[in-house]
């Protein structure tokens, strides 16, 4: 049995995802027709041109710019693998018994 304001909700809900996705398909399309036209000379991030970043330098030449790149890498993988760590601990936590009541009754 629904109330009323569930329901309005749940409706406003489906009306904004169908209007979202709109917006999304309409700018993808925008993006096609703005796209520049194919050759050598195209502009567009396809033709940019990257620096060789093993010639760049930093912290007065003590590192590379590739090793530097790889450094942040490895920090981000460090970074999921802590975020995993404690999102395991965390839902591994004993609940509450009128938490757990709750959880079900929204669920």
């Given at each position: ?39 050598e000379a195209a502009g ?64």
């Amino acid at each position: 049995m629904r109330t009323w304001l569930a329901t309005v909700a749940f409706l406003t809900r489906r009306v904004a995802m169908k209007i979202s996705a709109a917006a999304a398909l309409l700018t993808v399309g925008t993006a096609a027709a703005f796209a520049q036209s194919s050759g050598e000379a195209a502009g567009g991030e396809a033709a940019l041109k990257l620096p060789d970043l093993t010639q760049v330098s930093f912290f007065n030449g003590a590192i590379d710019g590739h090793k530097l790149l790889l450094i942040g890498i490895l920090f981000c993988l460090f970074g999921l693998g802590f975020g995993m760590a404690i999102y395991m601990r965390l839902k591994n936590l004993p609940v509450h018994r009128s938490m757990r009541e709750i959880s079900e009754l929204i669920y």
